[in-house]
């Protein structure tokens, strides 16, 4: 299993920006997608963006599509999502996770696909 610490969540008006960071533990090597997933009070959690690792695919919610940008640092075994012209409907617990086993097209926003997941990181965005 991987280890995994979200940080740079905050608070922030409506239009602006914040990057949350994902850092991995050494296993990271073995992961090949790394995915953000956010619940917000009422809702379930919904698939944000992901990333194959070991490559330059990206996945994204239509609804932050243009908006977020999901990258990564392997020298720091990092992921980071950057989170621009936020929207109070952005407002939610961000969390990362971790696949193992793949990431591809038809599945990559399923909760199932992840073992490993941070402890979250709060994002609110007031208008």
């Known amino acids: 299993q991987v280890q995994l610490v979200e940080s740079g969540g905050g608070s922030v008006q409506a239009g602006g920006s914040l990057k949350l960071s994902c850092v991995a533990d050494e296993y990271y090597l073995s992961v090949n997608c790394m995915a953000w997933f956010r619940e917000a009070p009422g809702q379930g959690r919904e698939a944000v963006a992901a990333?194959?690792?070991?490559?330059?695919?990206?996945y994204y919610a239509d609804s932050v599509k243009g908006r977020f940008t999901v990258s990564q640092d392997n020298a720091k075994n990092t992921v980071y999502l950057e989170m621009n012209s936020l929207k109070p409907e952005d407002t939610a617990m961000y969390y990362c996770?971790?696949?193992?086993?793949?990431?591809?097209?038809?599945?990559?926003?399923?909760?199932?696909?992840?073992?490993?997941w941070g402890q979250g990181t709060q994002v609110t965005v007031s208008s």
């Open positions: 996770a971790a696949s193992s086993l793949r990431c591809m097209p038809s599945t990559w926003f399923w909760q199932s696909e992840y073992t490993d």
């Open positions: 990333k194959y690792t070991a490559g330059t695919m990206t």
